[in-house]
């Protein structure tokens, strides 16, 4: 497997930023890291290895950047208002940033956001908020409402529209709607330990789907499979193999 390793400092955050890439061919794929997760985490749990097969006959090409949870949404030490901005430089830097390099990379423009847990929840805020940018999402055991993160006691437009659960019921703009329905929306959860926030929060976002006729594959898995990357494993390939 062919396998790069870039870095280069970020204008939008300040700093370096690592990304590896797995892959010589295919369709485009970035994975958001679970809680401050690193840019090699999902070669280090079995992810990789999981999916190898998609990405050694050319049909997949996986972009695996580094996050800055730790600087924004899971910052306590810092008000909501600054993590938000934090975050929405990171949006920024995948946006402007990683996004152009895949695209000179692989010629392609039918990007596959994915990730779990936190990774989850990015995945499907940056698919929804960026449906020109992604135009699939495969999104595993992710919380969708950002007050799981940082409380109820404070909401500016920078929290808002990085919140599905707030901003997707309101979201009644042609243009996005009928984006998402032209898209791949896939989103799971297990129903097994620690999995009880991510049932809630897909059982939600399912509903808003429905009541938007947005297609979107919205899957519970069973009450033995929980909230770690032994399930994950699993679960992207079988998902993959439905979009790839």
Request: proline share 5%; hydrophobic share 40%.
């Amino acid at each position: 497997m062919k396998k790069e390793f870039h870095c280069w400092f970020s204008p939008s955050l300040g700093k370096d930023m690592e990304v590896n890439i797995y892959g010589h061919a295919g369709r485009p794929m970035v994975v958001f890291p679970s809680s401050g997760g690193s840019f090699y985490e999902f070669e280090d749990f079995g992810m990789i290895a999981a999916i190898e097969d998609y990405i050694n006959d050319g049909r997949l090409m996986v972009f695996t950047p580094a996050s800055v949870d730790k600087e924004s949404w899971l910052n306590e030490s810092a008000h909501p208002a600054d993590r938000a901005n934090r975050h929405n430089q990171y949006d920024s830097y995948i946006i402007h940033e990683l996004v152009p390099l895949i695209h000179e990379m692989t010629g392609r423009t039918d990007i596959i956001a994915t990730g779990c847990s936190m990774g989850g929840y990015h995945s499907m805020n940056f698919y929804l908020r960026h449906p020109d940018v992604f135009n699939a999402v495969v999104a595993l055991s992710g919380c969708y409402r950002l007050s799981y993160l940082i409380g109820d006691g404070y909401c500016d437009d920078n929290i808002y529209f990085n919140s599905p659960l707030q901003y997707l019921p309101n979201c009644n703009d042609p243009w996005f709607i009928d984006l998402y329905r032209k898209g791949q929306i896939i989103a799971c959860c297990g129903q097994g330990a620690w999995e009880e926030e991510m049932i809630k929060d897909l059982s939600t976002l399912a509903q808003i789907f429905r009541d938007k006729n947005i297609p979107a594959w919205c899957d519970f898995w069973g009450y033995d499979v929980n909230h770690d990357w032994p399930w994950w494993r699993v679960q992207l390939p079988y998902f993959l193999n439905h979009i790839l």
